[in-house]
């Protein structure tokens, strides 16, 4: 189960696993999903950041865009 309320979740091929599919199909407005393996079809409509592999530079280029964007709770 996903808290309710604005919402980050990160993911690693999600469209390879359908329990997490699932589970991103479940969550409310205001999630946004930050896809670090390959990104892939899904069946829901949340806003993704597609990063294409875990690095920490990556890291840091998806902390800024998520500040800008107002996620600096």
């Known amino acids: 189960d996903l808290p309710d309320g604005p ?35 899904r069946t829901d409509d949340l806003p993704t950041i597609h990063a294409r592999g875990w690095s920490q530079p990556g890291a840091v280029a998806v902390t800024d865009v998520l500040r800008k964007a107002g996620w600096d709770r």
Request: aromatic residues 6%; charged residues 15%; proline residues 6%.
């Open 7 to 41: 919402l980050v979740v990160q993911v690693r091929d999600a469209h390879r696993q359908p329990d997490v599919q699932a589970t991103l199909a479940a969550a409310g407005s205001g999630t946004v999903v930050v896809e670090w393996g390959w990104p892939g079809r």
